[in-house]
């Protein structure tokens, strides 16, 4: 295992990091009230596993894209933040990644989208994303609930129906806020295209935003191809 870990470090400059910390992996800013940060170890025989899955992530981009905005990768096996549950969240340069225990629930493809999920957000950080353009593309009138905190541990939060596909969005986290509408398009985008270009044949708004995904990552680099 040190060796796969090395190697990622080698091809890509990122650091995984999962002997749990709290004062090592988040910043003093994350442990105090009202955010109280907090995780837990992972299970050292689980390992192989997102190392398998952070493998396959990280070589969908190119490897100067990935040296220029991720350094480390944090992985724990709970993850919490103002007394809510978190799949994944990001820093500047890092990203968090909850591995649960629930195969059912925390499989390889779920952990695949939340790491794209969690870069995009460090991508719209660190170069200019077409904001505007983005917004004009919701209804009249529409507003984006919040940062998203407000509606972790809602039901259906991940459901999609006819109504929100046709006003522009995937699911109902992607109406929490522009980061995480994007964030859900992203995590389609990589993940799965087809189903996405599907969608996006019947849905006008939905696929302008697609269309505008794919123009900001060909912005940070223009090899970056997309079905």
């Known amino acids: 295992m040190t060796a796969s870990l090395e190697k990622v470090h080698a091809e890509y400059g990122v650091t995984i990091k999962y002997h749990y910390k709290a004062e090592e992996f988040f910043p003093t800013s994350w ?34 894209v990935v040296k ?42 779920f952990l ?11 991508l719209i950080q660190n170069y200019d994303f077409p904001t505007t353009r983005w917004q004009a593309l919701n209804t ?8 998203g905190v407000e509606v972790l541990g809602t039901k259906k939060l991940y459901g999609q129906t006819e109504e929100l596909l046709e006003q522009g969005f995937l699911v109902r986290y992607s109406q929490s806020s522009l980061e995480n509408d994007f964030n859900m398009l992203s995590d389609w985008l990589f993940t799965r295209p087809e189903k996405l270009a599907e969608l996006c044949q019947k849905h006008e708004l939905l696929a302008s935003k697609r269309t505008l ?11 970056l191809k997309f079905e």
């Open 31 to 64: 442990l105090r009230q009202p955010i109280n940060g907090r995780g837990e170890q992972i299970d050292l025989d689980a390992l192989p596993s997102p190392v398998k899955v952070l493998n396959g992530f990280l070589g969908r981009y190119l490897k100067s």
């Open 68 to 109: 220029r905005n991720l350094k480390t990768v944090f992985l724990m096996s709970d993850l919490e933040f103002y007394g809510k549950s978190y799949g994944g969240t990001h820093s500047r340069t890092a990203v968090y990644l909850r591995i649960g225990n629930d195969k059912r629930i925390w499989s390889d493809v």
């Open 112 to 122: 695949t989208s939340r790491l794209h999920s969690e870069f995009s957000s460090i």
């Open 140 to 147: 009249a009138g529409f507003k984006y609930s919040g940062s």
């Open 213 to 223: 995904a794919i123009e900001f990552y060909a912005s940070i680099d223009k090899r």
